[in-house]
């Protein structure tokens, strides 16, 4: 398909995605999009935002803001992300090549099992996916972000379920008069970016409009000695688009969001694919008086995704259908909130609700038949927050009490905290509590990777996590260093088990894990000078499940390291990730060695508006292992783009 033309495809696939008749789906993810202060939620609009989660708070928060992410080599968002220590998606593969079902986001080793840990908003929306948790990351152009904010830690009690580990918040680039942006990439295995922007003011009215096409023939996720004829690259093609209308009077502010995403998957063999037909709407009104601030939040998604499985020869030469899926699913959600701001004191009360319905259809193609599994997560809240300020010290607290329609479960989130400045210094602490419930993926849907099947459990319960940490935070003019402890007690932890092995099939089970423990350290250092920038991260976490094995996928050591070089028309980046091994299974009986890849990124501007950029990731062309399934499967090689970025006013 012609990448010129494939844009058309938006509209066929968002229609099949939400044609009459398909089964609903809802997601626990409506909590209100705000920061871990008492700020309201950033108010969904491209234009302005009302809280910032760098505000005020007792918590650990990283903000990287336009320059920096493009400093950062990376196809996609969380390739650069995983600049930042702690973040890691379910399993070391770029979305690029990875299944969407394992791109769920961990912070603080909290682990993950393709459901996220951590709740990801997008102006104001969130972005987890109703049925399964995970994050569609080819929904956000890199290229076409203002800012992101990383925020570990539930330390606050505004969010509830999917925020157990964090939230990261990505904010749109604003809208501009007249103003126009485009960018092309053309890279190694085929690889082609396109993507075209434009936005405009009218007065109090905004408007922004975006969409990108990628395609890629991407590469080998077998190595070459345990290849055989049934492996194929793994490739991705897709297309998005999203339109932000926003009305921003003196006191009425009025946002609107809409986005489509289709792509397809090749997911390394030749019987194995995936694709997805996704639209979500979402609007955000606000009204403010000199102190006080009323908001609403609503939204909807809908979605339809496909995907087959496989069952692959010992010699890897031959591969017989085992399975095909298809899951329509709906979402609808919303919340509104009550905001009060005093000389020293700030309160926010709230409501959320949150409806997901999905439906499962499993094709088998041993016994012929059609299977469906799956049903309604209904899930609402009440919360409150509110901070006071005493001197140089301000004080935190705020409780939400949650409803999951699965068996009726209730909980109750606490957290507390203190922060305090002195000269250079800010100390914090801060402790909660807070929860994740079973998506709909996790209760009724089995999965295949490889030759590991992984049965679904109805019987899940919601995990906990109980947290405190505490850490100081020192700057200067050119230097700031960021220091925090963490301990986090896991309870009822959902992961896969692994129920028995045999020569052609690994049987996994999701369960809960009666226990689990994560504890560490952070460690963040920036320092700038002429025109010289360096930034170093480091994250050490013990995170064991009870009986003493460590919780799959998570690093006990992770650091990362970028020098930069920006002068006149000129940017130089480059930059090093290490991970330490880390264990594939539940039993640690998977190995997956350590690694450490160098990164590059060069961007010069030509004339006015228009720059050159070229990027390496994995640039010594490192060979490392993201997956035993038991077959190895390995990342990404060295992959290279080059091409224009175009950003300026049309007059």
């Known amino acids: 398909m012609s990448i010129l033309m494939r844009p058309l495809v938006l509209a066929v696939l968002f229609a099949i995605a ?82 969407p079902t394992t791109q769920g986001v961990s912070l603080r080793a909290t682990g993950s099992s393709g459901a996220s840990r951590t709740l990801i908003f997008w102006d104001g929306i969130p972005l987890n996916d109703p049925f399964g948790g995970w994050i569609y990351w080819d929904r956000l152009d890199p290229g076409y972000i203002d800012r992101v904010e990383i925020d570990r830690g539930a330390s606050t009690s505004v969010f509830g379920d999917k925020a157990m580990g964090g939230t990261i918040s990505v904010f749109s680039s604003p809208e501009q008069p007249q103003h126009l942006f485009a960018d092309y990439f053309g890279g190694n295995e085929n690889t082609h970016n396109i993507s075209a922007a434009y936005s405009n003011l009218w007065g109090a009215w905004g408007l922004s409009v975006h ?35 926003d009305y921003l009077g003196a006191s009425d502010r009025l ?58 020869s010992p010699g890897r030469n031959s591969e017989t259908l085992t399975s095909k899926q298809t899951v329509p699913v709906q979402d609808t959600g919303g919340a509104v909130y009550w905001r009060h701001h005093a000389m020293h004191w700030n309160t926010i009360v709230g409501a959320d609700a949150d409806d997901t319905h999905g439906i499962s259809y499993d094709y088998s193609y041993i016994t012929h038949i059609l299977t469906p599994s799956g049903g309604t ?28 329609g699965q068996r009726g479960e209730t ?15 800010r100390f914090r602490a801060s402790g909660y509590r807070s929860f994740r419930a079973p998506t709909l993926n996790e209760l009724y849907r089995n999965f295949r990777v490889g030759n590991a099947l992984t049965l679904a459990n109805p019987a899940l319960i919601p995990e906990e996590l109980v947290g405190v940490e505490t850490g100081v935070d020192w700057s200067r003019e050119n230097t700031r260093i960021s220091f925090t402890l963490f301990h986090n007690d896991l309870n009822d ?68 390291a970028q020098l930069t070089f920006s002068a006149k028309s000129t940017l130089i980046s480059g930059g090093v990730r290490a991970f330490s091994l880390v264990f594939d299974d539940d039993l ?63 007059k």
Request: hydrophobic letters at 35%; proline letters at 6%; glycine letters at 10%.
């Open 588 to 650: 640690n009986q998977f190995l997956l060695p350590g690694y450490a890849t160098l990164n590059l990124t060069a961007q010069q501007h030509l004339i006015k508006g228009l720059s050159g950029v070229i990027s390496f990731e994995n640039l010594l062309d490192r060979t490392y292992l993201v997956a035993l399934t038991p077959n190895p499967n390995i990342g990404a090689p060295r992959l290279w783009r080059v091409g224009l970025r175009w950003s300026g006013g049309i």
């Open 255 to 312: 946002a609107i969001h809409f986005d489509v995403l289709a792509e397809d998957r090749n997911n390394g063999t030749v019987l194995t694919h995936n694709s997805t037909g996704l639209g979500t709407i979402g609007t955000t009104y606000t009204h403010s008086w000199t102190n006080d601030q009323f908001s609403f939040l609503g939204f909807r998604t809908q979605e339809q995704f496909h995907s087959t499985y496989s069952s692959v």
């Open 211 to 245: 969409s990108r096409d990628f395609t890629t023939d991407g590469y080998y996720i077998t190595p070459d000695y345990a290849r055989g004829s049934v492996d194929t690259r793994a490739n991705l093609q897709f297309a998005t688009g999203d339109i932000h209308i």
């Open 377 to 404: 997560l209904l899930q609402h809240g009440v919360f409150g927050q509110a901070d006071v300020s005493v001197g140089a010290m301000t004080f935190f607290a705020g409780i939400r009490h949650q409803f999951t």
């Open 493 to 560: 932890l959902i992961d896969n088990a692994t129920l028995r092995t045999s020569p052609n099939q690994i049987l996994r089970q999701r369960q809960n894990f009666p226990g689990a423990l994560s504890r560490g350290l952070e460690l963040g250092v920036h320092h700038h000078w002429l025109h010289w920038s360096a930034d170093a991260g480091y994250q050490y976490a013990d995170a064991r499940l009870a009986t003493g094995q460590r919780i799959p996928e998570v690093p006990k050591n992770s650091g990362t």
């Open 411 to 425: 909980f109750v989130s606490p957290n507390a905290g203190a922060a305090v400045g002195w000269q250079n210094f």
């Open 18 to 99: 939400t044609a009459p008749g398909a089964p609903q789906s809802t997601d626990p993810k409506t909590q209100p999009p705000s920061g871990p202060s008492t700020e309201p939620p950033p108010l969904q609009t491209t234009v302005t935002v009302n809280a910032s989660l760098a505000s005020e708070t007792p918590a650990s928060v990283d903000v990287l803001g336009q320059q920096r992410i493009q400093e950062i080599p990376g196809t996609e968002l969380d390739d650069r992300l995983r600049q930042v220590p702690g973040f890691s998606l379910f399993r070391r593969s770029s979305s690029v090549v990875a299944n």
